[in-house]
């Protein structure tokens, strides 16, 4: 299952979500599940956000390589699963290709919908999108330009989201499109390995 996140700039919140996913692939063995990222405004070539590159590593995750890209119709179209940021992204995403929006949601929508009807499929959450429809919003906002709080407050969001999502769907997923892509290598000595973290939200 290969899923594509998508912000606007690709330096905070996407790239966040990317490198996340990446390395829960790595921590469950689900070479299956690959994850990239970009942006509709896009500061192409830049690396994370210092803050949100902090934010990661402090969950576990690693930022090395990684270049703000600019999202492009072939990307959607080669993705499983498009997760957005906000619902504004999410419509601009179904508007990119066909059938593009039976495979869009917001992350937050999606974790809502798996989590109240047990879908273990892309095809069974948007089968249910419009049975559960959210009449609040439901948008994870820009940290850019906030403090290494607010970073964190975001990254946490993130993560308490998209890894019941992926745990539900990714063993169950078949990707689309046969490709190699680069997994992520997680550094000995994180300062919050992505095992602790699950352990402490299974705590809670």
């Keep these: 299952m290969h899923v594509l996140f998508v912000c606007n700039s690709n330096v905070c919140r996407s790239v966040i979500a990317e490198r996340l996913a990446r390395a829960f692939a790595v921590d469950h063995g689900l070479p299956g599940l690959t994850a990239d990222s970009a942006g509709t405004r ?4 830049f690396p994370a956000e ?7 590593a402090g969950l576990g995750g690693d930022t090395e390589g990684f270049k703000a890209r600019k999202l492009k119709p072939e990307m959607v179209d080669r993705a499983d699963l498009v ?3 906000t619902e504004s992204l999410r419509e601009q995403v179904a508007e990119l290709g066909f059938g593009a929006a039976a495979r ?17 499929s892309i095809a069974a959450l948007h089968r249910a999108r419009n049975d559960l429809a959210y009449v609040g919003r ?7 330009g ?3 709080e607010a970073f964190l407050e975001v990254g946490d969001r993130i993560a308490e989201l998209l ?11 078949q990707t689309r499109y046969v490709e190699q892509r680069p997994g992520l290598v997680i550094e000995p000595g994180a300062a919050r390995p992505l095992s602790a973290f699950l352990a402490a939200q299974r705590g809670r």
Excluded: C, Q, W, Y
């Design 138 to 144: 439901e948008n994870i906002a820009d940290p850019i």
């Design 146 to 148: 906030l403090s290494a």
């Design 50 to 56: 210092p803050l949100a590159a902090e934010t990661i």
């Design 163 to 173: 890894f019941p999502l992926l745990g539900a769907l990714a063993p169950h997923e």
């Design 104 to 120: 869009t949601f917001t992350l937050p929508e999606a974790h809502r919908i798996a989590k109240v009807t047990g879908a273990k």
């Design 83 to 85: 997760l957005t940021m």
């Design 42 to 45: 896009a500061l192409v070539g």
